[in-house]
């Protein structure tokens, strides 16, 4: 696969130490026998190595001592029958450790990263002849994300609550690159850093990860220079064989929101060309009729959603990464007029798939409704203000619309509804969906939520669920940017 | 408990560097995905610790690699379904390990100790992107045994293949201890030890480790200077809690054995006050009409077997030791007449178990009759040679005689036929008994092995026995010592 060696080079010296800090949890110091089990509780959620002193009691140490570790980001994780899961998401991501032990006393350290708020120590068998005492678990637990660099908006008790949250999340998630969660898939995603970068700016500050992240993507490339959906730097830089039409566009919003937050010009056009590759790349995909050919576009994300329909959705991302492009085209100076006159036709064809009748677009041959269209069609800025005003009304009114499965999607909801002046419902909407998952005592937001079926699964299990998952930790965001009066 | 600091600094003295050999097992370096296995054999029975390099192919490895890893003394360990086991010996023993690998390529380190012939790893789980191809495992093995001093005396083949055998054995078991087994204990008992001894003095001739092992047990001791079973050497030296009769008697033996294969005095003499101190300790341990009263003597091994009535191997074994002691106190020039008073009493009483109508010995309130009865009073030299060689033509017409579990209880059998001049019939029991092990494919000697039902467990499971276990090895000192013409 193609490789940009200037690139990869600046993605490495963009490479930070990862900030350290020790912490501790306590358990009640009784003596474990075979069968026994001790839960830790850090009383946060933490990404790191953990270690733990090994005590034993009763006579000599005759046989090793094997021990089971089952780390949890949420409580319930640690009740789930593992054995119990069959689903698609490989059963290699349950954070499930076995460890026999030799020589006692000692300190163990477990090699691997994990990501948890909880640790249960099970002794799967030991001897009769000794017990076993664990009084404490200490973890050494890293991030790239600095509190120091965080100020606060005055928030009511619930705001301030989900803030936290929120902030915790993108902390988690805050690593080497923006991870997508640092439970699974601990990698740098498209879609997910344009979220962290958003919410980065407001809160942690860390511009040179954001910066690495790019060159990151731009360093290792699909044929023709596309951009992967996700890139993965270990032991080399490697993009994945998939790319997402979206994802790929999302690069020029992050480029452009990255310019935004720090005036790099340096940076914005270095990756100029990864843009405009994008763009050359992907304006192929449409019909003669000027709207997307799905079959062109190949995958496109939106939501974690089977059932929704994606093509209005897609053209609208299309035309949101098109208006990012002309403003950086702008700011260096370049003709944009053929990119403007190739906007006015795409907004022009999202037109047909707005349905006077209902008053909201509909998308695909079937024309499906679906929150997703509405929200995309409007952060394009296709309609004016009032007009998409009227469809976030309206989409209300249509209980047989796809509904939203994801904080992702819920984030362009919250913009969408700010973006034409529906801020006091915008900020309901925060209070209700990220509340609710604030309500079930998780000290981070997940990958997947949906207030009516908190259960539910894409995945066939929730053993495998991120439940940090940095696509949801936009309200941090959201009360900087519009709610810090 | 009592430490003796001057003894453990002599043993921590005589602590060696392990030999250590590279050896490579080859697999077909087929792609393996969830569920694959494979299987390395090394050919031979190793002690060390392995790597191996995982390959993958496919896509990026986009999850960790879930593998397990099961280690096995014999081919049929691996079809052992682990989960069925519940015996009373720790499930903690079976060389089973689960391990997440969240790098490929990488050389994959266990950092755990192993004895091994097969190493079976299979894909607990991994995703549908990738495969691993595994072409190799390497072992880094170690042992305190050089073959480099081994001598090989004129043997037939089936003797050549029994020899080979018991010098594995006992190579894999010869390691900072003479450990009893290299999967289970790992560690230094007495009445292990002294076969080990014997068998290394024909072959191997490490006496250092034979005197590092006097050393350890002289060095930590229970209550009175009171020698316990076995010893452990890690994290610190500290004798087992637990003690047994005829073992504390044994290091007389295994001192006068030492003397006798070195001829170093000054060990003999420093060590001395210990063989003291058993027999003043464990001379109390008799009843008022001569015989060892097993209330007060406590645990005595003898087989593996509780059927089995001990007092009358456990009176021979006395005398047995009682024998060396006078040779130790002799060779030290110190008077030796009391102890040999005490010498005709013991046996007196000994006589006193022999049944004159059967021709042999009986032990116990029921008179049982028993193989180890006979074998302990012969190698006591309680009967003239002439008797004795009708006591073991005696015992096999009694079917109904307790008989021999062990190759350990065997190995004293074989050395009484010898004492009695029944050196052919002892070559051919060798040949039945270890040649039945030798037959079923196995490149050790076992620690329990039952001609008439090989599947036969005091633990439960095979799954937690020692198929490389020291107490096996003797055949490479009968070979030597015996049968080399």
């Excluded at 990404?47 to 089971?68: F, K, M, N, R, T």
Aim: charged residues 25%; contains cysteine.
């Amino acid at each position: 696969m193609p490789v940009n060696e200037r690139f990869l080079e600046k993605a490495e010296k963009l490479k930070r130490e990862l900030l350290h800090r020790s912490v501790t949890a306590e358990s009640d110091g009784r003596e474990l026998n075979s069968g026994d089990e001790v839960i830790f509780d850090f009383g946060n959620h933490y990404v790191g190595y953990v270690s733990c002193e090994l005590i034993p009691s009763g006579h000599h140490q005759d046989a090793p001592l094997y021990l089971q570790f089952q780390f949890a980001e949420i409580r319930e994780e640690l009740d789930s029958d593992y054995s119990d899961y069959n689903g698609w998401i490989s059963k290699s991501w349950i954070q499930d450790e076995r460890v026999h032990v030799d020589i006692l006393p000692t300190v163990l350290h477990l090699e691997r990263r994990y990501a948890f708020r909880y640790v249960k120590i099970r002794v799967l068998a030991a001897s009769d002849n000794y017990s076993v005492r664990i009084p404490r678990m200490t973890a050494d637990t890293i991030s790239s994300a600095d509190y120091g660099n965080v100020t606060y908006p005055a928030l009511s008790e619930t705001d301030r609550r989900i803030d936290e949250i929120a902030l915790r999340t993108l902390h988690s998630c805050m690593q080497d690159v923006f991870e997508d969660g640092p439970k699974r898939d601990r990698r740098l995603w498209l879609g997910d850093l344009r979220l962290e970068a958003l919410a980065n700016y407001e809160t942690f500050r860390n511009y040179d990860l954001v910066r690495r992240c790019l060159y990151l993507f731009a360093g290792s490339t699909l044929e023709h220079g596309r951009l992967a959906s996700n890139v993965f730097t270990a032991p080399e830089v490697e993009c994945d064989y998939q790319s997402m039409f979206d994802y790929a566009l999302f690069f020029i919003n992050v480029l452009w929101d990255y310019y935004q937050a720090t005036g790099d010009k340096e940076t914005l056009e270095d990756l100029e060309s990864v843009c405009l590759r994008q763009h050359e790349l992907l304006k192929e995909c449409f019909g003669s009729d000027g709207l997307l050919d799905m079959e062109k576009a190949g995958m496109v994300f939106v939501d974690w959603n089977f059932e929704l329909d994606k093509q209005a959705a897609g053209q609208a991302i299309y035309i949101y990464a098109l208006n990012d492009l002309i403003r950086i085209e702008k700011a260096l100076n370049r003709s944009v007029s053929e990119l403007k006159g190739e906007l006015a036709d795409r907004k022009q064809a999202a037109l047909k798939l707005f349905d006077r009748e209902s008053g909201l677009f509909v998308s695909g041959e079937k024309k499906q409704i679906s929150v997703a269209s509405q929200v995309w069609m409007i952060l394009a800025e296709v309609l004016p203000v009032e007009e998409g005003r009227d469809v976030i009304r309206k989409i209300n009114e249509h209980p047989e619309a796809v509904k939203l499965n994801s904080p992702y999607a819920y984030h362009h909801l919250v913009q969408a509804m700010i973006n034409v002046g529906l801020k006091d419902e915008a900020h309901d909407l925060i209070q209700e969906y990220w509340g609710g998952m604030a309500a079930r005592g998780s000290n981070t937001f997940w990958e997947i939520y949906n207030p009516e079926n908190p259960e539910e699964s894409p995945y066939g299990g929730l053993v495998v669920h991120s439940f940090c998952h940095a696509w949801s930790c936009t309200p941090a965001y959201f009360y900087r940017k519009y709610f810090n009066e």
